[in-house]
């Protein structure tokens, strides 16, 4: 059964639009969690992460929110651009999973100019 | 700067055939990583090292194995090829294990496997 679940496995914005996409996890032990931006024939690159102690974290126009009681992380790309069209992964680490990183399926965004 | 670079780019075998996926990286890691992606279910962790000279199973090492002798170098091996093996490998390096704040990993571009 997978830990990590990334329910909406494809997404299609708007240029300039609100991307929000989302993951899901079922282990309570899990405190880090992370994205990764992945475009094709590209390895994935590592984009923002959170610790379990905070609830958002900001950089740039990336935000992750993350809510330890839903067991739910999100990231908002504000404003969208084309160039954020990639699959991005979630991943989770900490707990009975040590330091090694349990990644969602995936959600491929497409802005659309 | 290279990176982690991974050979070969495509491969095609038969099943029963072996192969040797190839990683290096230029970072001075100590840690390196193979995972392999597959439609829906994300990155799922194969085999690692932690050092050279070390080696350990991940989520899903059946019909793999691998070899770390150089720190810069980590070789994937299948020695009995599968159609469920069919899949895209990724190879990755970290300063610090993975899952620890600031050790992102950093993947290469992958290698695409066909097992027919």
């Known amino acids: 059964d997978q830990q990590v679940k990334q329910n909406s496995p494809s997404l299609s914005v708007q240029e300039g639009r609100i991307s929000i996409l989302n993951c899901d996890y079922t282990?309570?032990?899990?405190?880090?969690f992370l994205w990764y931006k992945k475009y094709p024939a590209e390895g994935p690159t590592f984009l923002i992460s959170i610790s379990s102690i905070k609830d958002k974290n900001e950089d740039g126009r990336f935000t992750v929110f993350l809510n330890k009681s839903a067991k739910h992380l999100s990231l908002h790309i504000v404003p969208s651009q084309p160039g954020d069209s990639a699959v991005y992964f979630c991943a989770a680490s900490g707990g009975n999973a040590g330091n090694m990183l349990t990644f969602g399926g995936g959600t491929r965004l497409m802005v659309k100019p | 700067n290279a990176g982690v670079t991974q050979t070969p780019k495509f491969r095609v075998l038969k099943t029963g055939q072996s192969m040797t996926l190839l990683c290096a990286q230029d970072m001075n890691h100590e840690y390196m990583y193979w995972y392999r992606q597959d439609p829906g279910m994300g990155l799922r962790l194969i085999h690692y090292s932690v050092g050279e000279g070390t080696t350990a199973k991940g989520e899903v090492p059946d019909g793999y194995n691998v070899s770390r002798l150089k720190k810069q170098n980590f070789l994937l091996g299948l020695e009995s090829a599968a159609p469920s093996q069919t899949s895209v490998y990724f190879c990755?390096?970290?300063?610090?294990?993975?899952?620890?704040?600031?050790?992102?990993?950093?993947f290469g571009n992958g290698t695409r496997l066909t097992v027919t």
């Open positions: 990755a390096s970290s300063y610090r294990i993975q899952g620890l704040r600031n050790s992102p990993l950093h």
């Open positions: 282990n309570s032990m899990f405190d880090y």
